[in-house]
């Protein structure tokens, strides 16, 4: 069965600094990732997906991630945090063939940003 | 605001009742597909539809049944609910044509049993 490892549960990083999220999956063969973003309260919202080609990715919000597929990893970053990005930020694998449209979400890493 | 609607935002009920969770999807998709949030599973698959048929189905309880109508909103009914049954439903939609559509969802409903 696919599976989603986010390892680090909670993240703290001080406003202008880098950040890395990282995200590691468990499938027989590459599945489409996906980066989400909850802020509290609210639904969840893509920032950016992985199909195929380029293994950077970009997204909204300044956000980044890299597929690489030797690490089984699918890690999100940004250049420069602003306040406005904490927020809980959930990895999410699809497969390529078959298991209908299902989303399997990793457990989350929870991001706040000092000031 | 992703176009995908949910209601109601809140609902607090008591162990063995009944509730209804409603959903309408964006304009034009086909998909609607539902999850729960809860703090010891996570974020969970439950159920797939696609055009008012079951498409998909994931760890969802035989307690909980869903379906999709003719307009394609769709309703999550749960029933004989347990304090576990506690958590944030997430409703989400997708375009028709495919695989690489991406899934927008609700703000969720807040589920809680007393």
């Known amino acids: 069965a696919q599976s989603v490892t986010q390892p680090d549960i909670h993240i703290t990083v001080s406003e202008g600094a880098s950040l890395e999220l990282r995200c590691n999956y468990s499938?027989?063969?590459?599945?489409?990732l996906f980066w989400y973003v909850q802020s509290p309260g609210q639904g969840l919202q893509l920032l950016l997906k992985y199909f195929s080609g380029d293994t950077l990715v970009q997204g909204i919000k300044g956000f980044e991630a890299e597929f690489k597929r030797s690490q089984s990893s699918f890690n999100l970053r940004k250049p420069s945090v602003h306040w406005s990005d904490a927020a809980e930020y959930f990895c999410?694998?699809?497969?390529?063939?078959?298991?209908?449209?299902?989303?399997?979400f990793g457990t989350g890493t929870q991001l706040k940003v000092e000031l | 605001d992703s176009g995908v609607t949910q209601t109601p935002k809140h609902l607090i009920t008591a162990t063995g009742q009944r509730v209804t969770l409603r959903c309408s999807p964006r304009s034009g998709d086909l998909s609607v597909y539902w999850y729960q949030q809860s703090l010891d599973q996570g974020l969970q698959f439950l159920i797939q539809y696609y055009n008012g048929e079951e498409r998909a189905k994931g760890n969802i309880l035989e307690r909980f049944s869903a379906q999709q109508f003719p307009d394609l909103h769709s309703e999550l009914n749960l029933s004989s609910l347990e304090l576990g049954d506690s958590a944030l439903y997430f409703c989400?939609?997708?375009?028709?044509?495919?695989?690489?559509?991406?899934?927008?969802f609700g703000p969720g409903t807040r589920l809680t049993v007393l």
């Open positions: 499938y027989g063969a590459t599945p489409y």
């Open positions: 999410a694998v699809k497969p390529t063939t078959g298991g209908g449209n299902k989303l399997t």
């Open positions: 989400a939609s997708s375009a028709p044509g495919g695989f690489y559509n991406e899934q927008f």
